[in-house]
T-cell receptor
Framework: NAGVTQTPKFQVLKTGQSMTLQCAQD?????MSWYRQDPGMGLRLIHY???????DQGEVPNGYNVSRSTTEDFPLRLLSAAPSQTSVYFC?????????????FGNGTRLTVT | AQKITQTQPGMFVQEKEAVTLDCTYD???????LFWYKQPSSGEMIFLIY??????QNATEGRYSLNFQKARKSANLVISASQLGDSAMYFC?????????????FGSGTQLTVLP
């Protein structure tokens, strides 16, 4: 009964380093997405995917890359970390992208960039 | 304009009492979904309840119910018989029909504290 699994839970990076946040879901969901949560800014969409091989940008995509080679996995890559990317990152999936489909969230990754 | 407005930054309720968390929304799309999520201090986002724009009845899930007033564009969450474990941040969110990024748009949240 795993649902959406994110790793790691915590990460500290130095400015300029790169890393990949992993996300996997075992619910055969079509739609996957990455959000970041910042105090006073709420949750903002970074990138999303409506199926394997298809990705698109959300509200705040700069500095991040994604790919969706399988239905299950949707990794988020930070190309060159900046202090402004210090945040809590959530991966979320839903059965499809329709308005009645709830998003199911992973437990989050707390990232600090120094 | 804000798509989702939660006007109560913090709320207190006595254990075993009911509490209503307010949410108003703004959309011109006739097809949309409204969701409530709970975020405890441990940080995870937990889906609580869903209401579709075409649903005639208010949604209920255990102790959670959604007071949906479409004409007023409000979707208030009612928690009955509050428990200490209900203390958390609660987010109202909306998902509009495909055409946008199909994202959830979140409100700023209400911090609920249940008092013993």
């Amino acid at each position: 009964n795993a649902g959406v699994t994110q790793t790691p839970k915590f990460q500290v990076l130095k400015t300029g380093q790169s890393m990949t946040l992993q996300c996997a879901q075992d619910m055969n969901h079509e739609y996957m997405s990455w959000y970041r949560q910042d105090p006073g800014m709420g949750l903002r969409l970074i990138h999303y995917s409506v199926g394997a091989g298809i990705t698109d940008q959300g509200e705040v995509p700069n500095g991040y890359n994604v790919s969706r080679s399988t239905t299950e996995d949707f990794p988020l890559r930070l190309l060159s970390a900046a202090p402004s990317q210090t945040s809590v990152y959530f991966c979320a999936s839903s059965y499809d992208g329709t308005s009645h489909s709830p998003l199911h969230f992973g437990n989050g990754t707390r990232l600090t960039v120094t | 304009a804000q798509k989702i407005t939660q006007t109560q930054p913090g709320m207190f309720v006595q254990e075993k009492e009911a509490v209503t968390l307010d949410c108003t929304y703004d959309t011109s799309d006739p097809s949309y979904g409204l969701f409530w999520y709970k975020q405890p201090s441990s940080g995870e986002m937990i889906f609580l309840i869903y209401q579709g724009s075409y649903d005639q009845q208010n949604a209920t899930e255990g102790r959670y119910s959604l007071n949906f007033q479409k004409a007023r564009k409000s979707a208030n969450l009612v928690i009955s018989a509050s428990q200490l474990g209900d203390s958390a941040m609660y987010f109202c969110a909306m998902r509009e029909a495909p055409g946008s990024a199909r994202q959830l748009t979140f409100g700023s949240g209400t911090q609920l504290t249940v008092l013993p």
